[in-house]
Structures are given as C-alpha cells and as structure tokens.
C-alpha cells in the first residue's frame, strides 16, 4: 500500500505547484492589468493637465500681449511728453540764463591785526558804483558775495553786520549811511567759510620766507589758497561772470561801468571773443572770469594747493603750458585793461611777515608798469597804445565802428593819478584842519 500512497503525494505535490504557478501568473496578471489601468488613468489626468496649462499660457500670453501694447501706448505718450518737457526745459533754460546774474564779486576776508578795518571802506566804494534806480541795467544783476573765512573770529564784520540791519527795509536814501546799508541789503551775501576744503599738506613744516627759491607756500598761504577754492565753489553758476577781489582795496570812480564796456568790447571782437580773463588790477584781485571756467580753475588750485601759491598756479593756469590745461586754457588770450581799477588801502597785511616793497599803483595807473605783474599780464603799450583793451587785434571793415574808438575816461582825479577820491578829500580836510589852527 505504500508505494501506491507515495505515488499520489508526488502527484498532489506537482499539482500544488502548478496550482501555485498559476495563481501566481494570475495575480500577475491582475496587477498588470490594474498597473494598466492606472497608467491610463494617470495618463488622462497628464493630458489634462497639460491641457489645461496650455489654456492657461495662452491665457497669460494674451495678457502679455495686450500689456506690451499698452505699454507701446504708454511709450508713445511718454516720447512726446518728453518732447514737450524738453522744450519746456529749453524755454525755462533760456529764460534761467536770462535771468542769470551778470557778475558775482567774490571777496574773501579775515580779520586783520589791530582791528584794523578795511571791509567797511572797501564796501562803501564798491556800493558807490551800484545803482538804487530799478531802471539801471545793472540793478539786481550784481552780487558782493562777501565770505568770512574766520567764522566766529571777525568782529570788524560782525559790526558791519550790525550796522547794515540797523536800518529800517523802508527808510529814506538821503544820508550815506542810509544809502550804504540800503545797497548793501539788496548786493552783499555775507557767509562763513563752510571749512570744505582742507589744507592737503598739513604735516609740512613752514619755509623759509627769505630763502624759498622753489616758492613752495607755508601754511598760512595754502590755507588762502584754500579760501579761494571756496570761494570759487561757492560762487559757480551764479552768474555770468566772476571777479576776485580782495577787502583791502577800493574802487576807483566808474570801475564797474568801465568793466561792463570791458566785456561788451571783449565779447564783440571774434578775434577775442574766447578770452580766458580779464586783469583790471594787480594779485589775486580785480580779475574777470567767465562762469564757465570757475569749476577748472578751483579744482586745479585744489589740486595743487601745496607745491605753489594761489599767484603762481594762476599764472600756470592761463598759460597753459602744462599739459593738463592744454583743452582749457592753451590759445585763450587773458586780456588787460589799460588802467588799474582798485586802490590798495590796507597797511596791516594778513601775513606776519612781508619785506618792504615798492608802492602799489592806484587809481588809474598805467598798468603796463605794474611792478608785481608778469609780463604777459601787463598792458601791451607798445603795440596797443591806440587801444584800452590789451591785446588788440587789428579791427576789420565788419566790425562794429564802435570798437574802435576807445572812450576817454575821466581817469585824472584833481591833478593826483595814483589818488583816490577818498584820499583826495582826507588830505584836504587835513590840509584845512592846519590852515585854522592858530599859530
């Protein structure tokens, strides 16, 4: 019996396995399908979804369309809204230059020793020449800018001060006093030095002022260089034109008229029409310059405050030999009128240390004599004693005939040249003052 049981375990034992054989290909089977089906359903679901996202671009490709086109609008209106601002622009900037100042003086003061006061004199004989009448074509075309570059160290200044606002706005121009504080309310800015423009040099020991055959400036001359840049930073684009001028100097009768004639001769002549200054004095005084100039010129004394002093770099500057000037300054001619137009008053110098010199010209001295001048800052005499404006080109058949018939200023002051009015009457008051003195 047993062998016949054997038998029927093997058979059960090999339909077992191909039972599991085909349950197993039957699962498989059924998982296939069911992966199937998923993937079919995933399938439709990606088709929709990219589908819809498709939708969804050329929806936002729509709109990026339409925003392009309205920004193409808005464009077009900016284009001519820029167009209008720019004409606009050009309009106003041809009524701002119109409206520009036509000079800015630019005067630095200090405090001298022993409080002497030459700001106050100085003023008044500038503020002589200066019209009250709203009619004059200079009136309100004209800024002292007066810059303090001792700040809180100027008393002579500050009683100036106090003496112009001493005066009611309404009050009548009668007296001189009236008069000055008046014309000085509607002229003179006084402002302090901002202190922007630092001495570069600070570590270098002061020269020798009796032994410096290289010029190279102390402290005290770099800080004045300094000073100027100041001024001229602060006086650029307020007007046409520009003059330095020292507090220690006073005006000589009808220098401002002389120096507006100056100028419309100056600008009148193409030959001369790219002048690069004006000299109607001696030092860093009674020198024209164009507007346009005043920010090259402050920065090249900037640039070179402590290897020369401020006379030096200016005559470096409107040579033009240094090749960094070449663009600027190379081929522009500095003109030089006939007569001095300032009168040195001061006696007490802001240097501690000056040797003795020979006399400052005056008023309405030649200054093709001036013995502190360069040659080629001096009147040309020889070559333009027909002329008051040095060089003087000869003059063709085109031009204005105005040009070439110089007028005869009334530049003799009672017999006395070098005099100023002021001085004039002083010595007569003393001269009368001896004369009642008994004896």
Not at 169 to 196: E, H, I
Not at 199 to 225: C, I, M, W, Y
């Amino acid at each position: 019996m047993r062998p016949v049981a054997r038998g029927r375990s093997r058979r059960e034992t090999q339909n077992g396995i191909l039972l599991a054989s085909f349950a197993a290909n039957l699962l498989l089977v059924v998982a296939l399908g069911y992966a199937w089906l998923n993937s079919a359903r995933n399938h439709r679901a990606l088709q929709q979804e990219m589908t819809a996202r498709v939708d969804q671009t050329n929806t936002e490709l729509s709109n990026v369309t339409a925003s392009l086109q309205s920004m193409s609008a808005s464009l077009t209106a900016a284009k001519s809204q820029l167009a209008n601002t720019l004409a606009s622009t050009a309009t106003a900037g041809n009524a701002s230059a119109a409206n520009k100042l036509w000079l800015t003086i630019g005067m630095t003061t200090v405090p001298r020793r022993n409080g002497a006061d030459y700001l106050s004199r100085t003023l008044q004989t500038l503020l002589e020449e200066l019209p009250l009448d709203k009619t004059d074509p200079l009136y309100g075309r004209v800024r002292v800018l007066v810059m303090n570059n001792r700040p809180g160290n100027h008393s002579v200044l500050y009683k100036l001060q106090t003496r112009i606002a001493s005066f009611p706005d309404l009050v009548a121009t009668d007296t001189a006093d009236a008069r000055f504080a008046v014309k000085a309310r509607a002229y003179v800015s006084m402002v302090d030095n901002p202190g922007t423009v630092p001495d570069p040099a600070p570590h270098l020991k002061d020269p020798d002022d009796f032994n410096n055959p290289s010029n190279r400036p102390g402290r005290e001359v770099r800080r004045q260089t300094c000073d100027l840049v100041s001024m001229l930073e602060q006086a650029a684009g307020a007007s046409h034109y520009f003059m330095f001028m020292e507090d220690d100097f006073r005006v000589c009768p009808n220098a401002l008229h002389i120096v507006h004639y100056a100028l419309r001769k100056l600008n009148a002549q193409p030959s001369m029409s790219k002048w690069l200054g004006l000299r109607i004095s001696y030092g860093m005084n009674g020198i024209l310059l164009r507007d346009e100039h005043l920010a090259h010129l402050s920065g090249y004394l900037r640039k070179h405050t402590a290897r020369l002093p401020a006379d030096l770099l200016w005559m470096e500057w409107i040579q033009g030999r240094r090749k960094e000037l070449w663009n600027v300054t190379k081929h522009r001619p500095l003109a030089v009128f006939r007569s001095n137009l300032l009168d040195h008053i001061g006696a007490q110098s802001s240097f501690a240390v000056r040797t003795n010199r020979l006399p400052w010209p005056g008023c309405f001295d030649p200054m093709a004599t001036v013995w502190s001048l360069h040659k080629s800052e001096r009147f040309q005499l020889k070559k333009c004693s027909h002329s008051d404006i040095s060089p003087c080109p000869a003059l063709g058949p085109d031009d204005d005939p105005w040009l070439k018939h110089p007028i005869t200023w009334p530049h003799i002051l009672d017999g006395a040249e070098a005099d100023h009015p002021e001085t004039l009457a002083e010595n007569a008051a003393n001269v009368s003052a001896l004369q009642s003195k008994p004896l």
